[in-house]
């Protein structure tokens, strides 16, 4: 049904279609520059910095070279970081999902008139900013507050605390990154026309059935959205292990900052980065494979 | 194919007493309805009358506010949707975008742990004639065709009824005239009962066996599409269903057959074809039963017949029949549909006319009843047909 346009009908085609190729190109400008700019002459840069060598004589000072061992270095002295940052970031994904599958199926099918007031309360911790609202979670959690004394009482807690171990900087990761997961879940859930679950109600199918066997997977594009948007970030996050974790608790980010900041060891700095950058890479393509969602997400 | 041989048995379907109440709204009125096992049956109403609510309780997916459902002799009222030997053909035929055609329709099956259920479903894809598409995403098919995919998912399961809203409302007319053909096919190969819900009086009286006329929440009338056709028992259906020509008049007279004094003219009517049970009547004929005759011609009117005179306002010739409008001595404007059987000889407008009908085909309507019911849904449902392919998904 497509609409026949006068004017296709009296150019000649090749026309038309140089005219729109070239429309397209000057439609494509702005997003190109940007990304050039911020994007592929930084990502050049790092590249470069990381291959970098010392200047001889002058710390803190470095030239152009291809000294590919600076990330054998890095990887050698911060590969458990690069460990825990990835567990963290997994641990705290896993955590969102659940917590924020509820959350947003709720949202989507049972909010009814509250649906608006809902959506604004999960964005709503996003107007503080991020720094201030992992300090809150450094009183919440600290030694003496009410949520640690309950664990206690429960004898849950194997250190007795839970400001500065492992438990703090995951709980800090999930509570930040919730949002990103609840809004994806959110738009994938509220697309669902709820007349598949009763069809599939009308043909056989219990409410755990019709769950897992149409609104699950239709979901699907949500999940692998939310999840990606909250391991990510996650993934790269320094705050909530520099604020809410022990020196034991630290993650790449944390080992990028310190070089960077403190040792002004940019080669390293910039190699940790790019590593870190590939390992994410890797994992979400292998992982959007896994999902076979391709051409959903 | 022997697995989609005639249903074991079927069981007639009972509603009774059956009420819907959205807040104030009765969208299911006190509705008591039998539905003989293995007919194929039409529920037909305008937009908003309650078919879609009432099928909505048959499949369990609505409860209702009183009343109860039966299939045979077990009462399903309080039975959850996915227990209920019920399957439904929705109206935007809700077929599951993330599974292809196979195991949309072996969705059923798989549920109630069917073994071997290969040969069943590609006997079913062939009975509805996609067998070659059962690897498709139903985003990939034409309308007609996911139509047919949504009647095979409700039908392989061999449900007791086949409930069907509004299924063919999104064709477009050439394709909804085809697949009522295929629809009425499949049902008598299957021998399911099915309940057809409607708004479109053709497709109603092509498919059905059994029509029940729907207005408001309630059943008006229910019949075969012949009698309540020939014989409407209110005036909902008599102008919803067809055309009528309604005059409102006085009944008297004691014998078999009735006389019906309206506008200083005087009507026979038999008893048995009304239902007026006052003195005040409404006397009804449909437009095809009409002859019209020249004046001069009167004479030629045969003995007994029903007479008025009038004048012809408006002639419209459509090739099966000429309609006329003729405007009675007291001003009523009256349709006539008349066969092209005479050549040349065909009255114009200005004439003026006799119009005579058989007082066989009469009948009489309660004269409380507002002569204009059903009118504005006839014409509402003609329009929704009309506009159904350009909507798309329907409502
Ligand atoms: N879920 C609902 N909530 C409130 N009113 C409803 C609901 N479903 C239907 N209705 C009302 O009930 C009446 C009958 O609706 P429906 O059964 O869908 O009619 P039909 O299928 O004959 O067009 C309408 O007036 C409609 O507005
Ligand atoms: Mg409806």
Known sequence: MAPVLPSAAVAPPSTVAQRRSRTGYVLLFPGMTWLAVFFAIPFVTLFVTSLQTPVPGKSGRYQLGLEFGNYATAL?????????????????????????????????????????????????????SFLLRTYAWKTILADESPVTSFFNALHLLPDGRILNTSIAVIAGLTYNFLPFMVLPLYAALERIDPRLIEAANDLYASPVTAFRKITWPLSMPGVVAGTLLTFIPAAGDYINAELLGSTKDRMVGNAIQTNFIEFRDYPTASALSFALMAAILILVFTYIRRAGTEDLV | MAELSKTDQVEDLHLVNLTKRFGEVAAVDDLTLTIPAGSFFALLGASGCGKTTTLRMVAGLEDPTSGSIRIGDKDVTRLRAFKRPVNTVFQSYALFPHLDIFENVAFGLRRRGVKNIKPIVEAMLELVELGHLARRKPTQLSGGQQQRVAVARALINKPDVLLLDEPLGALDLKLRRQMQIELKRIQTEV??????????????????????VMNAGRIEQMGSPAEIYELPRTVFVANFLGQSNLIEGRVSGAGEMLDVAAHERSFRLPRERSSATGASIILGVRPEKMTVLDAPDAARVPEGHNVLSGRVTDVSYTGVSTQYLVQASWGQELVVFEQNLIVGDRCEVGDEVVVHWSPRHSFGLDGNEDIHAGVDSAVLALESVDSAPAAGDGE
């Open chain 2, 191 to 212: 021998g399911t009962t099915f309940v057809h819900v409607t708004h479109d009086q053709e497709e109603a009286m092509t498919m059905a066996d059994t029509i029940a």
């Open chain 1, 76 to 128: 050698a002295e911060y590969w458990p970081a690069f460990v825990r940052s990835f567990a963290y970031a997994g641990i705290a994904t896993l955590l969102a999902l659940i917590i924020g599958y509820p959350l947003a199926y709720f949202i989507a099918f049972r909010s009814g008139r509250w649906r608006g007031l809902m959506l604004v309360l999960v964005i709503a911790p996003s107007f503080a």
